[in-house]
């Protein structure tokens, strides 16, 4: 097997929510340091994560990340990143879908539950007001034939009163074939285009990059990075990752707590 001769020639795919912040929105001096240092080499980093642009760039521009790529609403977009750039960043693929059929089925189920759709570039529609620091952006509450109106790169359903356990069920008891589905931590299900995953769109961008299949690194923690993690030549699950998501990958390291993303980190710069 080849190996990449130096970190210039990696592409490293990094989730962001429980793998380079914690569950409180910190991210540590260490994570900060070691990407700086990844940077500095030459290394692609990019953010591969379930947030929406918006909410991307903070975290990149925390991080140091300037120029270059990142993956939002778990793969359906992809950004340049560029400081030139008004907002700092230009999109360069969206895929999208229609919502209503998840929209109206799901409705129909869970009618208390709360819904949103992505407004690419600006934040979210939503059914309801979402508790604080949720969403990122801008939010407006619309009627629900609104929501349905318009092709959209994510649906999000929020619903307290399930388990991830129910949704899953629920997403086969009611066929959403259509469309790709991620349960999250709680009682959260994210909707994004039939086919389409961060490991769908990172594949993209590494033939766009010109990296070798062998030079790619993935680091994630949620059901959302299964397929990323499968991409990637060295697919990488946190310590507090389900069992689901650490069986797909290459090795495990340790929690959010014990930043187990920097160790890994740190060995592509060795």
Request: charged share 25%.
């Given at each position: 097997m080849s190996h990449p001769r130096t970190p210039s020639d990696l592409l490293v795919a990094l989730d962001v929510d429980g793998t380079l912040m914690s569950y409180d929105g910190v991210i540590s001096p260490e994570v900060r340091a070691v990407v700086a240092d990844l940077l500095a080499a030459g290394a692609h980093v990019v953010l591969a994560t379930g947030r929406s642009v918006v909410a991307t760039m903070p975290v990149a521009q925390e991080l140091g990340i300037e120029r270059g790529w990142a993956i939002s609403s778990n793969g359906a977009v992809t950004a340049r990143l560029d400081p030139d750039l008004e907002g700092g960043y230009e999109f360069t693929d969206v895929i999208t879908f229609d919502p209503e059929p998840a929209l109206r089925v799901l409705a129909m189920e869970l009618p208390d539950a709360l819904y949103a759709v992505e407004d690419l570039g600006r934040g979210f529609r939503v059914s309801a007001p979402f508790p604080d620091g949720e969403l990122g952006g801008e939010f407006e509450v619309v009627g629900f034939d609104e929501l349905c109106a318009r092709p959209a790169t994510r649906v999000i359903m929020r619903s307290p009163d399930s388990t991830p356990?129910?949704?899953?069920?629920?997403?086969?008891?009611?066929?959403?074939?259509?469309?790709?589905?991620?349960?999250?931590?709680?009682?959260?299900?994210?909707?994004?285009?039939?086919?389409?995953?961060?490991?769908?769109?990172?594949?993209?961008?590494?033939?766009?990059?010109?990296?070798?299949?062998?030079?790619?690194?993935?680091?994630?923690?949620?059901?959302?990075?299964?397929?990323?993690?499968?991409?990637?030549?060295?697919?990488?699950?946190?310590?507090?990752?389900?069992?689901?998501?650490?069986?797909?990958?290459?090795?495990?390291?340790?929690?959010?707590?014990?930043?187990?993303?920097?160790?890994?980190?740190?060995?592509?710069?060795?």
């Open positions: 356990e129910e949704f899953h069920e629920l997403v086969q008891r009611v066929g959403l074939h259509e469309v790709t589905y991620a349960v999250g931590w709680t009682a959260w299900l994210d909707l994004t285009p039939g086919g389409v995953s961060k490991g769908s769109a990172l594949e993209e961008l590494r033939r766009s990059l010109g990296v070798q299949p062998f030079a790619t690194v993935a680091i994630g923690d949620g059901g959302n990075d299964r397929e990323m993690l499968q991409w990637a030549a060295r697919g990488v699950a946190m310590g507090h990752a389900p069992d689901d998501v650490r069986a797909v990958a290459d090795e495990v390291t340790g929690t959010i707590d014990d930043d187990g993303a920097v160790e890994v980190l740190r060995s592509l710069l060795a």
